[in-house]
């Protein structure tokens, strides 16, 4: 271990290089439509997988419907404390439906606005499509093992001025941006909200916030953002694919308190129809960690105003486009190349290659209980291979 870590910080350490990392390969890329990535996972439990850190501390049980705010236990990363409803009661969402304003018991947004904390589970599969943004309230845990969860065809969901929130198994895809109007935030509050743009999820003013085992796909503007100094964020085990911009870390150029900002992106598969920001990063610091990048149209990792990144352990399959095989891009004309990007036990694909970039550590810095060991990036395809909404029965390891 002691030298694995030497390994790395002498990477971290390196001055800048001109030369980029390249490798080439001659595989075959097949597309699959949509609908195959809202992922059922019917392999059998019986069948010996290669499962990441944070799997391995909860799949492997049969008793998880009963125990299952055990799996509060499981994150790594920046958003390891992430508590969610751990210390909160049960609660069963039962309907579909949706009122912003008055929601009734039962429903997923009176649950989530209640300050108590709550562990929030689902009777039964449903496709919720709500009528406004869902703002999420501190302490809440959404976790849809156990059912198949659908949020989708309207606006989604909004995690703002909060802390300390969980959401796990559901498909959170199609969504549209919100109506200017009334909003319930807590159950003594409704605010007039001018309208959210049509995210998957967003991530504002937020701290502690743990984003596992979902699908995203297919919305009017981003999957997950992650803005106006949030910090303390895991994006992990997760599928994306069919978007545009998929994840935005930092408001814009000039909001300087992003420099806060600290996310780790681990074990997720960025699937078919992707185009870029995967993510895209201002100011702060993104750890990327056996990711599975299947495609990108224009690049895979990007940024401005001089964020750190440090991509480790991923695989990268380039776009057959000669002009798109870069996993990087710089959104400056000059002055990046004391930015601090740098590649360790990256495997690229298919002639893709990474520009690094800057000097002195690039390190995370964990604490010992958010610390993790990352693979060599070979391993990706096998880590991430459960990506998305997992097919978890009771009574049986997921």
Not at 7 to 34: P, R
Not at 87 to 107: L, Q, W
Not at 131 to 146: A, H, P, Q
Not at 302 to 321: D, Q, W
């Amino acid at each position: 271990m002691a030298y694995a870590a030497l390994l790395i910080l002498l990477s971290c350490t390196l001055a800048y290089q001109a030369s980029t990392l390249m490798a080439v390969s001659s595989l075959d890329y097949t597309s699959e439509a949509l609908t195959s990535y809202i992922p059922s996972n019917s392999k059998s439990s019986t069948t010996k997988k290669t499962m990441n850190t944070i799997d391995s501390c909860w799949r492997r049980m049969s008793n998880w419907a009963s125990n299952r705010r055990a799996l509060a236990d499981c994150a790594v990363g920046f958003g390891q404390a992430a508590m969610g409803g751990k210390y909160g009661a049960m609660y069963v969402v039962t309907s579909p439906s949706d009122d912003p304003v008055n929601p009734k018991p039962g429903t997923l947004r009176y649950g989530v606005i209640q300050t108590k904390p709550l562990w929030i589970v689902f009777a039964k599969d449903m496709v919720i499509k709500l009528k406004n943004e869902l703002i999420m309230n501190s302490f809440k845990t959404v976790d849809g093992r156990g059912v198949k969860v659908e949020i989708a065809y309207g606006p989604c969901i909004t995690i703002q001025g909060v802390s300390h929130v969980i959401i796990h198994g559901i498909s959170i895809h199609d969504c549209k941006p919100g109506k200017s109007g009334l909003v319930r935030s807590t159950p003594t509050h409704v605010g007039h909200r001018l309208g959210s743009d049509g995210d998957a999820i967003s991530i504002f003013t937020s701290s502690h916030v743990w984003i596992d085992h979902c699908f995203l796909g297919s919305c009017s503007d981003g999957l997950i953002d992650v803005i106006h100094a949030s910090t303390a964020i895991t994006i992990s085990n997760n599928y994306f694919s069919h978007h545009d911009k998929v994840m935005l870390f930092g408001h814009n150029d000039q909001f300087t308190a992003d420099k806060a900002m600290r996310v780790t992106v681990a074990f997720n598969h960025f699937g078919t129809g992707l185009v870029q920001r995967m993510p895209r990063v201002r100011f702060g610091y993104a750890h990327l960690a056996n990711n599975m990048y299947d495609e990108w149209d224009m690049y895979a990792i990007g940024g401005s105003a001089n964020p750190t990144v440090f991509s480790e352990g991923n695989y990268f399959f380039a776009p057959n486009n000669g002009d798109a095989k870069q996993v990087t891009k710089r959104e400056v004309k000059s002055g990046w190349k004391n930015w601090k990007w740098r590649s360790s036990k990256d495997k690229f694909v298919n002639g893709a290659y990474f520009v690094q970039s800057g000097w002195g550590s690039c390190a995370p810095l964990y604490t010992r209980s958010q610390a993790f060991s990352v693979a060599d990036g070979s391993m990706a395809p096998a880590l991430t291979s459960d990506a998305g909404p997992l097919s978890c029965y009771a009574g049986k390891a997921c």
